[in-house]
């Protein structure tokens, strides 16, 4: 096996030399000291303390050695730095073994002692123990003689060896205590990195094993590397960008970036642009964002320009030249989906997945990934590997999550098209919180294949990918763009259904339309920012002539309840299986696997406390079940799932002829505007408003309406939040109208199961309402930020 050199290869040779020969005196101890025990318990003696002393120490430093080796061939400095401390410490404890048991034995003459086959005679066991007495007395020591009392001549020689190899091994460690920072200064001063030999491949391979061991410290020291390598190649992949991509932009790229995706499209097919144009145009503003809200991960910009000019994006397809931008999880040939564990860093995706496959057939051009929180179960999206996701209207608050940098990004104005995820409101709190358009899909709709997730095998509340957009008529286009290339050709998960263009028709054109206004989930009541919005859309629907009324779906509640021991009904044991050590959570999710994780009966006095004490039957209700189930419970919830669906089923088609009598509803994405960052450890359980729609598997999609006022959206003071639910006060701890002046408020637009072409036709006909009175969200504008 090939020794890596580390800038000094005879000496890198050496410590190898020195670790196979400290290896082989800590076998011989081992050997020595098992078989002197054995002699002496065979006498009903107990072995000398010093001897097992001596047993363990050299066990578990033989462990570190084995451990060191592949240590030794994975990583450069960081590993030697690590090595160097532990070496330093097995040194001490080595030169105290020899000391504590040099002591008995340094002034002894075996010669003087019984042989082997007189072991039980007592005569033997006294003249050696005599003569240790004797000896430690010359030394100014003393002994417990009945410890030694059945040893012999072979006992004593035995004693002396693995005394002598002891002083051999301190020897051998202060060498290797001294090679190993020599190497490291080395390395570092020359630019060392271990080459991709296979002797490499096999001992990372090893280190790997190490990691998933879960042994301390390597895999902590792992992580912040791990971290650093990222954030470091990030950084590098944009300085090392190709020149026009560090122009500013130009009168051309200005005009791209104001321009609808459709008449890019268009300009594209006709030859008018090139492709290679709109990408540096895009790939330019996404730096920009990246710099002011930190939303991206992996940089593709370079590989968008090779796959370009490599025809492997068809330009001819319905999104011809788009750039696209993917959330973190999705995987692309080449580059990690590492979903923000450091443990999954350096594992690029083999090949595209299902969604990039067919965004490339279809002409669009993947270009940059973006930010998420770690376990994707968050509106925060905040990890160790890349850092912190920014509000690009305030950067104290959170884009959401858990598509928290595909909403930051397009909010900005760095993307037009994006796909994001959703399995608790993952697309819709961050088009809420940072003011973009998205469409929560039905499963089914749109693939899956070729993903990474923190909870593979959940299903009890599926994940679902689906759009994100700038623009309502970016969304409309590029939904129907996608679902027309035939997605169930690239997943058979997806249902063969094409886009039905009479429905989408049939909604834009239908002269009045029901549209129910549900105002609370009777869990959190809508702060007024969000209540306004709610009103605004409804004022303007109403004002265009349609019937506009307030209805009260099935305990929203209830849903709550459900959805919440569905998502973790192993306790959070799956998404924290990947962490290492001191690898930071997300806060919202840390406290909800706080109380999964809970002790039955701690949890039940807290329980019986908030039930009984406070009288707060909401936040008791949910603390009630949440702890892991097993399969039989999880069945259990599965059936209490498909009787609130139907339930659900059953009361929509009490409007009208089976409910076309209620078009559609409009609710509150959120009780609340964005909540400044690691707000979601109070806030985490008000996701209601969303949630309920991901156990319903209904279309759902995400209006932004207006921006936080600091005057009309004051809380009135008759509001007592100290006396609100666990789940409301948590919410309301951080509304606050002043500090989040200027945040997007949004509001949702809810059609049943697999209408995606309605709840679309509804967005459109709802933003037409709002222009009309003036009253359209208006934009961030990249060109001015």
């Not at 709840?759 to 930020?785: F, H, P, S, T």
Request: aromatic share 10%; hydrophobic share 40%.
């Amino acid at each position: 096996m090939p020794v890596p050199d580390y800038g000094a290869a005879p000496l890198a040779k050496t410590f190898v030399l020195v670790r196979g020969l400290s290896l082989v005196a800590m076998v011989c101890i081992v050997g020595l000291t098992a078989n002197f025990i054995s002699e002496i318990v065979s006498t009903n003696v107990d072995p000398p303390k010093e001897v097992v002393g001596t047993l363990t120490i050299t066990c578990l430093a033989a462990l570190y050695c084995l451990i060191s080796i592949p240590f030794f061939y994975a990583r450069a400095n960081l590993g030697l730095f690590v090595m160097t401390g532990i070496d330093g410490a097995i040194l001490l404890a080595f030169i105290v073994v020899s000391v504590v048991l040099g002591k008995p034995v340094s002034f002894l003459n075996c010669k003087n002692v019984a042989n082997a086959d007189a072991a039980a005679n007592a005569s033997s066991a006294s003249a050696f123990a005599e003569s240790l007495a004797s000896n430690l007395g010359k030394s100014g020591s003393t002994l417990g003689l009945h410890d030694w009392a059945g040893s012999t001549k072979m006992n004593c020689y035995e004693t002396k060896a693995i005394w002598g190899l002891c002083i051999a091994l301190c020897i051998l460690f202060t060498c290797s205590a001294l090679i190993l920072p020599t190497l490291w200064l080395k390395a570092k001063r020359s630019g060392f990195t271990a080459s991709k030999t296979p002797a490499c491949t096999l001992s990372r391979a090893w280190f790997d094993v190490l990691q998933v061991a879960m042994i301390p410290p390597f895999d902590y020291f792992e992580h912040r590397a791990a971290c650093k390598r990222k954030q470091n190649e990030r950084a590098q992949r944009i300085a090392t960008l190709p020149r026009p991509y560090l122009y500013p932009l130009s009168s051309d790229e200005r005009d791209i970036l104001n321009e609808d995706i459709g008449n890019l499209v268009q300009d594209v097919h006709k030859g008018g642009k090139s492709a290679v144009d709109i990408l540096r145009a895009y790939g330019k503003a996404a730096i920009k964002a990246q710099e002011k809200t930190n939303c991206l991960t992996e940089i593709m910009l370079k590989e968008a320009e090779g796959w370009i000019d490599r025809d492997e994006i068809n330009l001819k397809g319905p999104l011809a030249g788009l750039p696209v931008s993917l959330k973190d999880s999705i995987g692309v040939a080449g580059f990690d989906s590492s979903v923000g564990y450091s443990r999954w860093t350096g594992k690029p995706a083999p090949v595209d997945g299902a969604i990039v496959r067919m965004l490339k057939d279809a002409g669009a051009v993947p270009f940059v990934k973006t930010a998420l929180p770690i376990t994707l179960l968050s509106f925060e999206s905040f990890n160790d590997v890349w850092g912190r996701c920014l509000n690009p209207h305030n950067a104290k608050y959170t884009a959401g999550g858990s598509s928290g940098g595909e909403g930051a990004l397009l909010a900005f104005g760095g993307s037009r098209i994006g796909v994001g995820s959703d399995v608790a409101g993952s697309v819709r709190a961050p088009a809420h919180y940072s003011g973009c358009y998205s469409i929560r899909c039905s499963t089914g709709r749109w693939p899956k294949l070729g993903v990474s997730t923190s909870t593979s095998g959940q299903e009890g509340i599926p994940s679902v990918f689906s759009p994100m957009t700038r623009t309502l008529m970016d969304l409309s286009y590029f939904t129907r763009s996608f679902i027309q290339m035939e997605p169930w050709k690239y997943d058979p998960s997806v249902h063969p259904i094409a886009w039905r263009t009479q429905v989408y028709t049939g909604y834009k054109e239908k002269k009045s339309l029901k549209i129910g206004i549900m105002r609370t989930d009777k869990v959190v009541d809508p702060a007024p920012a969000c209540a306004r919005a709610l009103d605004m859309a409804a004022q303007a629907l109403e004002a265009e002539g349609h019937k506009v009324f307030d209805v009260t779906p099935p305990n929203p509640y209830e849903a709550l309840v459900i959805a919440s021991n569905l998502l973790v009904a192993d306790g959070t044991q799956t998404f924290r299986g990947p962490f290492r050590t001191g690898e930071s959570d997300d806060a919202g999710a840390k406290e909800f696997g706080r109380y999964m994780r809970l002790p039955r009966f701690i949890k039940w006095f807290y329980w019986a406390y908030v039930k009984y004490i406070k009288r707060d039957d909401i936040w008791a209700g949910l603390l009630e079940h949440w702890h892991p189930k097993s399969a039989a419970e999880n069945w259990q919830w599965v059936t209490k799932r498909e009787i609130y669906k139907a339930r659900w089923h059953e009361w929509w088609n009490t409007f009208g002829n089976k409910g076309d009598g209620l078009d559609f509803i409009l609710t509150p994405p959120n009780a609340t505007p964005a909540v400044p960052h690691d707000g979601m450890k109070d806030a985490a359980a008000a996701c209601g408003y969303t949630f309920m729609f991901n156990l319903l598997d209904y279309s759902v999609g995400v209006v932004p309406v207006t921006h936080v006022d600091p005057k009309e959206d004051m809380l009135s003071p008759s509001v007592k939040v100290n006396k609100m639910n666990g789940v409301a006060k948590g919410a309301y701890k951080h509304y606050d109208a002043i500090n989040m002046a200027g945040l997007p408020v949004a509001v949702q637009v809810v059609g049943r199961r697999l209408e995606e072409e309605k709840v679309i036709a509804c967005m459109e006909r709802l933003e037409d309402a709002l222009d009309a009175k003036g009253q359209k969200y208006e934009l961030l504008n990249v060109l001015e930020v």
